[in-house]
């Protein structure tokens, strides 16, 4: 799936978000804020949130936006923090119009 996905993600390599989806990114940065105070006493995830999340909403409104770059870390937080990496790839995929396969968000992880 994950060679699929990123095939998607470079397809729309140069497209800007729409409007509704640069809310629902934005909306998952103001969720991923929540988690890194959260994670305070975990500093690894909190560097990898942080990390995942530092430029999105800047380069979300730049005309090079790349989907494959965001999707990148999405994907690296999934691999390596997947107790709420998993949560925010699944969101990401909803938001670019990755369907894979038929899948419901799932609960935000415990902050």
Request: charged share 25%; hydrophobic share 40%; proline share 9%.
């Amino acid at each position: 799936m994950s060679e699929r996905r990123r095939r998607h993600a470079e397809c729309l390599d140069g497209r800007l978000p729409t409007p509704e989806q640069y809310r629902q990114l934005i909306d998952l940065t103001a969720d991923a804020f929540t988690a890194i105070r959260s994670f305070c006493d975990q500093p690894v995830v909190v560097f990898a949130l942080a990390d995942a999340f530092h430029n999105l909403p800047r380069m979300a409104v730049a005309p090079e936006y790349s989907w494959s770059w965001a999707l990148m870390y999405f994907e690296r937080l999934a691999r390596d923090h997947p107790e709420v990496g998993d949560w925010y790839l699944t969101a990401f995929d909803r938001i670019m119009g990755f369907d894979a396969e038929p899948v419901s968000l799932p609960d935000p992880p415990s902050h």
